[in-house]
C-alpha cells in the first residue's frame, strides 16, 4: 500500500497510463517487390494499344487515377459511382457512425452535471407522522437540485478507452477508403471487360459471316463435283464452332452491362453510355511506390494497423480494471413547500460523496480478461504482418503481370501480321486463279482470330494498370488527412 501511495500521484502528475504505448509498425526493409530487378520498360507492339509503358518508381498515384485513361465515358460512369453506388454510401455513414462513437467515448474524461427537478402530490396516512414542520398530512413537496459526478482516471484506463475508440474509428475511415478503391477500380475493371467483350462479339460474327459464306462455297462446289461431303462437314464444323462462342459472349456482355449499372447505382434497365475500346487510351507512365511507402497508402494497411493500435489500448483497458478506482458524487439543492422558499429557511441541502474500489477477489476473471486482450494483441500483430505480405505479393504479381501482357500483346500483334501478311498473298493469287476462294476465307477467317486474340491482348494491358492502381491503395491520402 505504501508503494501504491506514492505511485497515485506520480500517475496523477505525469499523465502516464497502465499498458502498452503503441508505436507504428516499422517499414519493411526491402527495397523491391521481387528478387530480380524489374525492367524499367514494358515491350511495345505496332498495334492500337500496344504502346510501352514506362515505370516511375516512387511515384504516387492520383486522387482520380481513372481520368489516366482519358475517356470521357468512363469519367462520368465514376462519378456516378461515387455519388450514387450504395456501398460507398453506406461507408459514408459508417465512417460518421464510428467517428461519433469515439467523440462519445471520448466525453468520459469529463466531469458529468445534471439538474433535476421533481414535484410531488401527497396525503400521508393517519398512523405515519407528517415530514413537515407544520405536520400537514396534505402537501405538495417541490425539489430543484444539481447533481456531478467525476472519475479520475488514475491509471489511464479511460483514456487507454478512448485510445481505443478512435483506433476503431481510424480502421472505419481506411474501410471507408478501400470501399472507394473497391467501387471505382470495379467500375474501371467491367467497363473495359464490357468494351472488349463488345469488340468480340462484332469479331466474331464477321468470323461467323466468313465462315458461313465459305460454307456456302464448298456445297456449291459439291454439287459440281469439285468437293467432297468431307470438306462440307468440316466447314459446318468450324461454323457451327464459331456460332457456339457466340452465346457465350453475348451473355458475358450482358453480365459485364448489369453489373456496371448497379456499380454506378443504377437498376440494369436503366440506360448508360460505356467506353469503346479505342477510347480508353493505355497509360505511358506507371507510377509504383516504394515498399516503404506502400505500407502508407493501401488501406487494408492502414486499417490493420488501427486494429493494432485499438487491441494496444485495449491491454491497457484490461491492466486498469485490475486496479484502483476512485469517484466523486456531489449533489446539491433545496426541497419545500414552496417554489419560493426552495432556497431559503433551511431548506437547501448538498451533499459530497468520494468512493474507492479496489478487486481482491473476482475468480480470476479480470486476470483473464488481461491474458486475452494480450492475446488479442499477438493476433493483431500477426494479421498486420499478413496483410504487408499479402500486399506486397498483389504489388509483385501485377508488376510482372504488366510486363508479362505486354509481351503476350507484341506476340498476338506478330501473329497478326502474319495472318494478315498470308491473307493478303491468298487474295492476290486467288485474282490470278491460282489459289481458291475457299482457301481465301480460310485465311481470311484465321486472321480475325488472330484480330480477337489483339483485342483481349489490349483489354489485358488496360485492366493490369488499373490492378496497379488498387495495388498500390489508388488515390491515397496522409495519415493525418481529415
Not at 100 to 125: C, D, H, M, V
Not at 377 to 398: E, H
Amino acid at each position: 500500500m505504501r508503494r501504491l501511495s506514492c505511485l497515485v500521484p506520480t500517475l496523477m502528475l505525469a499523465g502516464c497510463a497502465v499498458g502498452p504505448n503503441f508505436h507504428t509498425p516499422l517499414a519493411p526493409g526491402v527495397g523491391g517487390y521481387t528478387p530480380a530487378t524489374l525492367i524499367d520498360r514494358t515491350d511495345g507492339a505496332p498495334v492500337a494499344g500496344g504502346d510501352a509503358q514506362s515505370f516511375r518508381w516512387g511515384g504516387t498515384v492520383s486522387r482520380r487515377w481513372w481520368t489516366e485513361f482519358g475517356s470521357p465515358a468512363l469519367d462520368a460512369l465514376e462519378e456516378d459511382a461515387l455519388r450514387h453506388n450504395p456501398d460507398v454510401e453506406s461507408a459514408k455513414a459508417a465512417l460518421r457512425a464510428a467517428h461519433q462513437t469515439y467523440l462519445a467515448q471520448r466525453g468520459s474524461l469529463f466531469p458529468t452535471l445534471g439538474i433535476n427537478a421533481q414535484a410531488e402530490r401527497q396525503k400521508n396516512a393517519g398512523v405515519l407522522q407528517s415530514p413537515l414542520n407544520d405536520n400537514s398530512d396534505i402537501f405538495t413537496l417541490y425539489t430543484l437540485g444539481a447533481t456531478a459526478s467525476y472519475t479520475p482516471d488514475l491509471f489511464g484506463g479511460i483514456r487507454r478507452g478512448v485510445e481505443g475508440a478512435k483506433a476503431q474509428a481510424e480502421a472505419q475511415r481506411f474501410q471507408s477508403e478501400a470501399a472507394y478503391l473497391t467501387v471505382t477500380a470495379n467500375v474501371a475493371n467491367t467497363a473495359i471487360t464490357l468494351a472488349s467483350l463488345d469488340r468480340q462479339i462484332l469479331m466474331t460474327q464477321k468470323v461467323i459471316d466468313a465462315d458461313r459464306h465459305y460454307l456456302d462455297i464448298v456445297q456449291a462446289q459439291l454439287r459440281l463435283g469439285a468437293a467432297s461431303g468431307a470438306d462440307v462437314a468440316a466447314a459446318q464444323v468450324a461454323l457451327s464452332q464459331a456460332e457456339a462462342t457466340l452465346p457465350t459472349l453475348t451473355r458475358q456482355q450482358a453480365q459485364a452491362r448489369d453489373f456496371l449499372a448497379v456499380l454506378t447505382g443504377r437498376y440494369p434497365a436503366e440506360h448508360f453510355v460505356a467506353p469503346d475500346l479505342d477510347a480508353l487510351h493505355l497509360p505511358a507512365e506507371l507510377p509504383v511506390s516504394l515498399p516503404s511507402e506502400l505500407v502508407e497508402q493501401r488501406p487494408d494497411i492502414r486499417a490493420a494497423e488501427a486494429n493494432l493500435h485499438y487491441a494496444s489500448a485495449q491491454v491497457g483497458v484490461s491492466i486498469a480494471a485490475r486496479l484502483p478506482s476512485f469517484s466523486i458524487g456531489a449533489g446539491a439543492g433545496g426541497t419545500s413547500t414552496g417554489l419560493s422558499t426552495l432556497f431559503r429557511d433551511g431548506n437547501p441541502f448538498w451533499s459530497l460523496a468520494g468512493n474507492l474500489l479496489q478487486p481482491i477477489f473476482d475468480g480470476g476473471t479480470l486476470l483473464k480478461r488481461q491474458r486475452a486482450a494480450e492475446a488479442t494483441l499477438d493476433q493483431a500483430k500477426a494479421q498486420y504482418r499478413s496483410t504487408v505480405l499479402s500486399a506486397m505479393q498483389n504489388v509483385a504479381d501485377v508488376l510482372q503481370g504488366i510486363s508479362a501482357d505486354a509481351q503476350a500483346l507484341r506476340t498476338a500483334a506478330q501473329a497478326d501480321s502474319a495472318a494478315r501478311h498470308a491473307l493478303d498473298i491468298a487474295q492476290a493469287q486467288a485474282r490470278l486463279g491460282q489459289v481458291s476462294g475457299a482457301a481465301t476465307l480460310n485465311l481470311q477467317t484465321a486472321w480475325l482470330g488472330t484480330q480477337a486474340a489483339l483485342v483481349q491482348g489490349r483489354a489485358q494491358r488496360l485492366s493490369d494498370t488499373v490492378l496497379l492502381y488498387q495495388a498500390l491503395g489508388g488515390g491515397w491520402q496522409p495519415k493525418d488527412a481529415p
